[in-house]
């Protein structure tokens, strides 16, 4: 099987310790900051997944970026974005000092063939960046077919993790989709949703989380995480304009008809009860963590009044009177979006 390498905000294993740390030379050799120009002679690198941070920088060194690997080490040691290195491929100067080396392998535009997956992103939006780079219908359905989803998952929809991928130019469908998924499966791990919480099971959890993920700002995606259990727990139909977008496949602040309420599909939550049967998109780790720990509070209802402006209530009458305020923004033009 191919080797793949996943790039953006999978976090490299810089494993520094004391003991090597204390060994580095202060005055390790180091090439001068140099100007970077388009005669800049440069080399592609490939960081294999699971790296340290030693291993990195002799990678470096023996590749002709830096004067010594010392300098790098010594660099990243002392900078925190340093664990945010991606393993895969990168582009980089010849000759450069070890600052301007982590500068660029820090840069995602460095990263050749990346493939991004938005937070939030659907699967059908993910696929359909694989027709655009070759890959046939057939060949795509049959990955659909062939992927293995993680223990106590039952849909692909949400487990395809948002970040920056770089795969080589003869990975398989089949092969970008596992690692997506392979991806999803640590961070599930990690976060716990994978264990389930409370009376939630993982699916119904990562559902949550993918809700979250498209109703409200980073900022509150805690709060959201907590309107939704208090309506579940007092049996009072969601009623959210995402899951009724998520069916109809448009995006933005998109107004919701009375009519679009009335679609019948059980990802509708105006027309069902409870959680719709799976996620709605591909929630980021935020979003994951908001679902698996909500803010404490008695709200049952939100609305955006106006971009950045999300209100929070348990109160019905206030409720109403914001979403006519909402109603008076959104005709005076606040929502349209800026060109």
Do not use: C
């Amino acid at each position: 099987m191919r080797r793949l390498f996943l790039a953006g905000v999978l976090i490299v294993s810089l494993t520094f310790s004391l003991h090597l740390i204390r060994s580095q030379n202060r005055g390790a050799p180091d090439f001068p900051q140099m100007q970077i120009s388009s005669q800049t002679r440069e080399v592609t690198i490939e960081i294999p997944p699971g790296s340290t941070g030693s291993d990195i920088a002799a990678l470096l060194f023996t590749s002709g970026v830096v004067k010594s690997s010392s300098a790098f080490f010594r660099v990243a040691v002392g900078d925190s974005r340093s664990a945010k290195i991606a393993p895969g491929a990168h582009r980089l100067s010849l000759e450069i000092s070890a600052q301007q080396a982590l500068d660029q392998l820090l840069d995602s535009k460095r990263m050749p063939d990346l493939f991004v997956v938005t937070e939030g992103a659907w699967n059908s939006e993910i696929l359909a960046e694989l027709r655009s780079r070759g890959f046939t219908k057939m060949e795509i359905d049959s990955a659909i077919k062939s992927v293995k989803l993680p223990s106590g998952f039952s849909s692909l929809e949400g487990v395809l993790f948002p970040a920056q991928y770089s795969f080589p130019k003869r990975a398989t469908a089949s092969e970008i989709l596992q690692a997506m998924i392979s991806r999803f499966t640590t961070e599930a791990t990690r976060s716990g949703l994978q264990s389930g919480g409370g009376k939630f099971t993982p699916q119904q959890l990562l559902t949550i989380a993918s809700i979250i993920q498209a109703e409200g700002d980073l900022k509150d995606f805690t709060k959201v995480s907590r309107v939704i259990r208090n309506r579940l727990d007092i049996s009072m139909p969601l009623q959210l304009d995402s899951t009724v977008h998520y069916i109809r496949k448009v995006r933005g602040q998109v107004f919701l008809s009375t009519q679009a309420t009335l679609a019948k599909s059980p990802y509708n939550t105006y027309r069902n009860y409870g959680l719709p049967p799976g996620p709605i998109g591909n929630p980021g780790r935020a979003a994951i963590d908001a679902a698996m720990h909500p803010e404490a509070g008695d709200w049952l209802f939100f609305i955006t009044v106006a971009p950045g402006d999300t209100r929070f209530t348990k109160s019905n009458d206030e409720f109403l009177n914001w979403k006519r305020l909402y109603e008076k923004n959104r005709r005076a033009g606040a929502f349209e979006v800026k060109k």
